[in-house]
C-alpha cells in the first residue's frame, strides 16, 4: 500500500498535456470484441483500469498488444464468454464486455460485479435492455448468464441515463437484425466517442450525445483506427489543483466544451479561464473572496459527479458556505470524512454537504477512499502548507497516469511513498 505525500502552498506553473479518456477507452476497448478484423485505439492511458481491461480481454483469447498509448486488438478468435471472477472484481467496468460477447456468441457470463465504495452499482438496466433485444437473463449460483440465439433491433426506454447501460447495449445492437432505439439515453462524451469508433468500424449509430440513440446492426464489421477523447474528469482534475494551489498553468490537448458550467462556476469564484482551442489556460489567485456555493450533480451536460470531490476541495479555500448535493451514486461522499482529518468543517449525510469553506487547514495522514475521493486529497493537499500524507496511493493510480510527476512538472512537492 503505497501514499503520497503532498507539501502544499506553493503555486503551480508551466503546462500539462491531458491524457485520453479513461471512460472512453475501456468501453472502446470491449467494443473491439465486436469486430473479426483488428482495431488501433490511440491515446490511450496508461493506467491500472486499462491494464485490467488488458487481461480481461487477453483471457477471452483476444490478441492485444499494447505499445505506450497505442493498443492493437484482434479479437477474430473469442474462445471464452465469462469474465474471469477476480478480474471482474477487481474492476466494474469488465462489465462492457457484456454487450459485445453476447452480440459476439451468444452468451456472456459474470460473476455477481457487486458494489464498490460509491454505491451498489446495479447492472439492472444492462439486463433490461438484453432482455429487450431478445436474450434471457439466468441469475445462477455461479453469477449472472446472458443467453441469445439472435438479438432483434427493438426499443429501449431507460430508467435511468446510465452511461454504462447505453455502452453496453450500443454494443449488443451493433450486430443485432435490424434497428435499435434506446430513449432516455446518456449523453456523456464519451457516450459519442464510443459511437464514432463503431461507425469506423462499420455500425451506424445516429443521435449519440442526445437522449435518443438509434443504431442499426450490421452483421459484419470492419477495422478501424481510433484516438482516444482527451479525458474531461483530468482535465477538471488538473485545472481545480491550479484553483486550489494557487498559479498559472496551461492545460494542452483538452475539450473545453465537455466541462459545461464547471468553466463559468470557476470564473465567478476568481480564477481566471481562458478556453483557447484544445487548451486551457488557469490563473488562480492565492486567496479568494467569500462566496457561497450550490452544487448538484447529475447526468451530463449537469455537474459530473466525477468532479464533484475535487470541486469541494476546492471550496474548501473559499470562504463562504456551500451545499454540495451528490443526486447521482448514493454513497459519494467519503472523501468528507478525509477532509474533516485536514480541519475542514463539514457536515455532511449521504448524498448532502454543507461545507464551511475558508476554515484553517492542515497537513494530516488521510485515506483514499476511491478514485475520484483520492484524487480529490491530493487538490486538498496541495492548497495546504504542511505534509499531508494519501494512503491507498494505488487507487488513485487506477485513473491517472503519473499524477505526482505531472503535478512536480508544475512546481508542486509531492513524492510517491
Ligand atoms: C460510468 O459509470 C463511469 N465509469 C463513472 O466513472 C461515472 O461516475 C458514471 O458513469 C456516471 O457518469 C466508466 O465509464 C468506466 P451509471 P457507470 O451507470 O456506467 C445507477 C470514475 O470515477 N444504475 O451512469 O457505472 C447507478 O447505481 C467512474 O471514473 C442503476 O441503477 O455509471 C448510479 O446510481 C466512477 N442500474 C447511476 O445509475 C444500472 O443498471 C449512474 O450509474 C446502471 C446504473
Known amino acids: 500500500m503505497g501514499e503520497f505525500v503532498v507539501r502544499g502552498g506553493r503555486r503551480l506553473a508551466g503546462a500539462v498535456r491531458i491524457n485520453g479518456a479513461k ?13 473479426k478484423r483488428p482495431v488501433i485505439v490511440r491515446d490511450v492511458p496508461e493506467i491500472r483500469d ?49 454487450g459485445p460477447l453476447l452480440a459476439r456468441l451468444g452468451r456472456t457470463e459474470i460473476v455477481h460485479p457487486g458494489g464498490c465504495a ?4 446495479p447492472i439492472d438496466l444492462h439486463l433490461k435492455g438484453f432482455e429487450a433485444l431478445g436474450a434471457e437473463v439466468r441469475d445462477e449460483l455461479q453469477g449472472t448468464v446472458v443467453l441469445a440465439n439472435r438479438l432483434v433491433g427493438a426499443e429501449i426506454h431507460l430508467a435511468f441515463p446510465s452511461v454504462g447501460a447505453t455502452e453496453n447495449l450500443i454494443m449488443a445492437a451493433a450486430l443485432a437484425e435490424g434497428e435499435t432505439r434506446i430513449r432516455n439515453a446518456a449523453m456523456e462524451p464519451e457516450v459519442v466517442d464510443l459511437a464514432q469508433f463503431l461507425s469506423r468500424m462499420g455500425v451506424t449509430v445516429r443521435g449519440a450525445g442526445t437522449p435518443e440513440i438509434r ?15 482527451p479525458d474531461r ?24 466544451d465537455h466541462l459545461p458550467g464547471l468553466w463559468q462556476q470557476l470564473r465567478d469564484l476568481g480564477v481566471e479561464v481562458k478556453c483557447e482551442g484544445d487548451q486551457v489556460a488557469i490563473t488562480a489567485a492565492h486567496a479568494y473572496a467569500p462566496h ?18 475535487q470541486f469541494m476541495a476546492f471550496l474548501l479555500k473559499v470562504p463562504g458556505i456551500h451545499l454540495v448535493s451528490e443526486r447521482v451514486f448514493e454513497n459519494r461522499l467519503g472523501h468528507v470524512t478525509e477532509f474533516r482529518r485536514l480541519g475542514a468543517h463539514i457536515i455532511a449525510d449521504q448524498r448532502l454537504a454543507v461545507v464551511y469553506g475558508g476554515q484553517h487547514l492542515y497537513g494530516a495522514s488521510v485515506s483514499a477512499k476511491d478514485l475520484r475521493a483520492g484524487a480529490a486529497l491530493v487538490v486538498a493537499g496541495l492548497q495546504i502548507e504542511g505534509s499531508t500524507r494519501i494512503a491507498h496511493r494505488e487507487i488513485i493510480e487506477r485513473g491517472y497516469h503519473d499524477l505526482d510527476g ?6 508542486a512537492d509531492i513524492i510517491s511513498a
Open 233 to 256: 474528469i483530468e482535465t477538471a482534475t488538473f485545472a481545480l489543483a491550479v484553483a486550489s494551489a494557487g498559479g498559472a498553468v496551461r492545460l494542452l490537448n483538452c475539450v473545453p
Open 118 to 121: 460509491i454505491g451498489d452499482r
Open 23 to 35: 471512460n472512453a477507452a475501456l468501453p472502446i476497448m470491449a467494443a473491439s470484441l465486436l469486430s
Open 215 to 229: 443504431v442499426v446492426g450490421c452483421p459484419e464489421l470492419g477495422a478501424a483506427d481510433h484516438t482516444v477523447i
Open 406 to 411: 505531472r503535478l512536480r512538472s508544475l512546481g
Open 292 to 309: 457561497s456555493v450550490t452544487v448538484n450533480t447529475g447526468p451530463y451536460p449537469g455537474f459530473a459527479t466525477d468532479i464533484q470531490a
Open 50 to 98: 486499462v491494464s485490467v481491461m488488458v487481461e480481461v480481454l487477453r483471457a477471452l483469447g483476444v490478441k492485444v498488444e499494447r505499445e505506450g498509448s497505442t493498443v492493437v486488438i484482434d479479437a477474430a478468435l473469442i474462445k471464452e464468454c465469462r469474465v474471469p471472477d477476480a478480474l471482474m472484481q477487481e474492476m466494474r467496468a469488465s462489465v462492457f464486455v457484456m
